[in-house]
């Protein structure tokens, strides 16, 4: 009896485990803590998929635009500042969404604040689509012809994106998204 104390551990778990799991000075601990923090299952639906899709067709309009001497037409600086605007703004909407921020703010309702920004985004979007084909003349900026040309082909990719995305959250909104059998409404 007299050994036993000696035996005895009472250390569970390893010292580098503790830091891992606390984020401590480990890449693996900090990369744990942050996908943690994010709502995976965001990343695999519709609407992220589109907020993906607007951020990379909305990058490749305002940078088309961006390379070219957009101030010769006035409509541009309009073009420019919707592309830019509703750039940034998606972005920060979109990791807003994927690090769960609408679980922390309850007080603002996230399906109309969406569904109004993806509507908004829409109109605004046709608008400056609408201008930049507008203003698209094949002797004005001879040189810059296929970019004016392709930032007008983006533009439209990204109002389409930004319609769809309405709609989806027009029906998150709407909250009709089950069928009659996981339907809990009494009939």
């Given amino acids: 009896?007299?050994?036993?104390?000696?035996?005895?551990?009472?250390?569970?778990?390893?010292?580098?485990?503790?830091?891992s799991q606390q984020g401590g000075n480990s890449l693996r601990g900090l990369t744990a803590n942050v996908t943690t923090m994010m709502d995976m299952s965001f990343i695999r639906s519709i609407p992220a998929i589109l907020m993906i899709a607007e951020i990379c067709l909305g990058l490749l309009h305002w940078a088309l635009i961006a390379g070219t001497p957009y101030t010769g037409a006035p409509a541009y600086g309009w073009v420019m500042f919707v592309a830019v605007t509703l750039w940034i703004l998606t972005t920060i909407l979109f990791f807003m969404i994927l690090f769960s921020?609408?679980?922390?703010?309850?007080?603002?309702?996230?399906?109309?604040?969406?569904?109004?920004?993806?509507?908004?985004?829409?109109?605004?979007?046709l608008t400056a689509f609408l201008a930049n084909a507008a203003s698209v003349h094949p002797y004005r900026f001879?040189?810059?012809?296929?970019?004016?040309?392709?930032?007008?082909?983006?533009?439209?990719?990204?109002?389409?994106?930004?319609?769809?995305?309405?709609?989806?959250?027009?029906?998150?909104?709407?909250?009709?998204?089950?069928?009659?059998?996981?339907?809990?409404v009494p009939t």
């Fill in 1 to 19: 009896m007299a050994d036993f104390p000696s035996k005895v551990t009472t250390e569970t778990s390893s010292p580098n485990s503790n830091s």
């Fill in 142 to 184: 001879l040189y810059f012809y296929g970019h004016m040309a392709a930032a007008a082909f983006f533009g439209a990719a990204v109002t389409l994106a930004y319609g769809v995305s309405a709609f989806f959250s027009y029906l998150d909104w709407k909250g009709d998204g089950g069928n009659a059998a996981t339907s809990t």
């Fill in 101 to 125: 921020v609408q679980r922390k703010l309850t007080s603002v309702p996230w399906p109309l604040t969406v569904m109004a920004y993806n509507g908004i985004a829409t109109v605004l979007y």
